[in-house]
């Protein structure tokens, strides 16, 4: 990637390389400003590639009376759906009935309930379920996704994977997104405008001088010390985001992140069908049992305090064993550890409103200028994946305060690379890629569709065999792929390809992966030593 000379002035500095950061810089290189932005690490290499993979409203925060921000994410499903049809797609979620639904801990919905109707004790009714599922129907105004349907269960795929005593669901929509994929898309998309996105490349420090800012950023922890200078600091450094405003700015603040685990479990196929399961828990928890890469099941999340962002989240046994109970409430075959093939865990940056429980901590985000000392900082709090791109309008206003920003908002329906076809384009695309490409099978070709769009011709180039693609590297994983990803998608591990670029590494052995990671240390290596 170019880089710009070290005198140059930025109009905007980013710390971080997650779905805001990247978001923000889309958002602002497309409306003509200068950006830089820095990630540590590989991009969305913390929580945003460890979400439960949805665009969705929130069913859940309309019991907190969050309706904002419910009815900001369902307005979001649809753009985005239309901006990313390759990597984000319908689905439909089933939600059982039972009788001993409850509400998690005092919700202010529990709290009203208890005056009105004391002999509820703390259950979610049945009528209050369908109102819920009649306001996210209508906050939003669906075009796109269908409405809530009420299921019965007997006699159907459904209800085959579930206990004989779960007769009734209510069925609704929501949409599966690929979340690093997102990120990576939102900072190629940044780059093609203009932005300079540096990946591993760690900020020692920033200051303010005069009128500007002064950052201090190192590449791959034994590089050089680069100087940059910018107009305006953004510190969307998710997990980080405190520690950044301590260490590295030494900014006097109040305002505070509360850091929550989510840990997920992934367990081989669990069931037939290809729609979603929305569980209740008698603790008043809700979990998500989904289709997950053809042939396995997603089952997450938790919500836990995490202490220090240093340290890196795992799902715990307790966590896992937590996932595993609350799905055997549901499932008829009884799940167990050793049916656990992936596990993982990311850490939630939520602003700190002082809940009294981590599940009741607001997901809104928090957007804090300060510019008391001079050159202002923007500092982004909390958030979720649905709302990123609308929290990056909202930071583009707090910057316009501050900075000339002669465009409005663009990105509404803007296609993301490979995005650029209609959401009911994927079966089409996949049949003109086989077709170009005969020697693709039916899944390979749908996992490059899915993946890049109408880029995916790209990625193969002329081929005429998969020989031509180069070294194969297991799951139809090949050298053109990998070289593509490290020329366009800012890839230089195995990890990054298997991991985030792709989930692979659920298909791939030690020994592929292996041989991938010296492949790609050789050929980055090669990549520097001609760069000199």
């Known amino acids: 990637m170019a880089q710009r000379p070290d005198t140059d002035i930025s109009d905007l500095f980013i710390i971080g390389g997650g779905i805001n950061g990247c978001g923000i810089a889309r958002d602002a290189a497309g409306r003509g400003l200068s950006v830089t932005l820095a990630e540590m690490n590989d991009l969305a290499s913390a929580t945003s590639s460890a979400s439960t993979k949805l665009f969705h409203g929130g069913l859940r925060y309309l019991e907190y009376f969050e309706f904002r921000l419910v009815r900001e994410g369902l307005i979001e499903r649809e753009t985005l759906l239309r901006a990313m049809p390759h990597i984000s797609w319908p689905m439909r979620f089933v939600l059982p009935y039972h009788k ?44 796109i996704l269908p409405g809530t349907s009420t299921l019965d269960l007997t006699g159907v795929p459904e209800g085959a994977p579930l206990e004989d005593r779960f007769e009734q669901a209510f069925e609704y929509s929501d949409c599966w997104i690929e979340d690093s994929r997102l990120v990576v898309l939102n900072a190629r998309d940044a780059e093609a405008r203009g932005a300079e996105i540096l990946t591993r490349t760690k900020v020692l420090s920033a200051e303010r001088a005069d009128d500007l800012w002064q950052i201090k950023t190192q590449e791959n922890e034994n590089g050089p010390v680069r100087v940059h200078h910018a107009r305006m600091l953004v510190n969307a450094g998710g997990p980080w985001v405190g520690d950044i405003i301590q260490t590295k700015v030494r900014l006097n603040t109040r305002e505070g992140v509360r850091l929550v685990r989510g840990s997920h479990i992934v367990t081989r196929k669990l069931y037939d069908h290809d729609k979603c399961y929305f569980f209740q828990g008698t603790d008043g928890r809700i979990i998500f049992a989904i289709p997950y890469e053809t042939d396995f099941t997603l089952i997450g999340t938790t919500d836990a305090e995490h202490a220090d962002p240093a340290e890196k989240p795992v799902a715990t046994e307790a966590e896992q064993r937590y996932l595993i109970d609350f799905s055997n409430q549901y499932f008829k075959r009884e799940i167990t550890p050793n049916d656990i093939v992936w596990t993982y865990s990311g850490v939630r940056p939520l602003y700190d409103d002082g809940a009294s429980s981590a599940t009741a901590a607001t997901r809104d985000y928090t957007l804090k200028v300060d510019a008391d000392g001079g050159a202002p900082m923007l500092n982004v709090f909390g958030g979720k994946i649905t709302t990123y791109r609308r929290l990056a309008e909202a930071a583009l206003e707090k910057i316009g305060a501050h900075l000339s920003v002669a465009k409005g908002p663009w990105t509404a329906g803007v296609p993301l690379p490979g995005g650029d076809f209609p959401v ?17 099978t039916d899944r390979w070709a749908r996992r490059l569709v899915r993946a890049y769009g109408t880029e995916a ?18 799951a139809d994983l090949t050298e053109a792929e990998i070289r593509w990803l490290m020329a366009r998608e800012y890839a230089q591990t195995a990890e990054d390809v298997v991991w985030r670029r792709s989930k692979l590494g659920l298909r791939m052995t030690e020994q592929d992966i292996a041989a991938l990671d010296a492949f790609m240390a050789q050929a980055h290596h090669g990549h520097a030593r001609a760069a000199e």
């Open 457 to 474: 011709a790209e990625v193969l180039g002329d081929a005429k065999d998969a020989g031509a693609l180069g070294k194969s590297f297991g």
């Open 424 to 440: 009911d384009g994927v079966t089409a695309r996949i049949e003109a890629l086989k077709a170009r490409y005969p020697f693709l």
């Open 100 to 143: 001993d639904m409850r509400f998690e801990s005092e919700t202010p919905t529990s709290k009203l309930l208890s005056v009105v109707m004391p002999w509820m004790k703390g259950r979610r009714p049945a009528w209050l379920i369908r109102l819920g599922l009649f306001m996210y129907d209508t906050l939003g105004g669906r075009k």
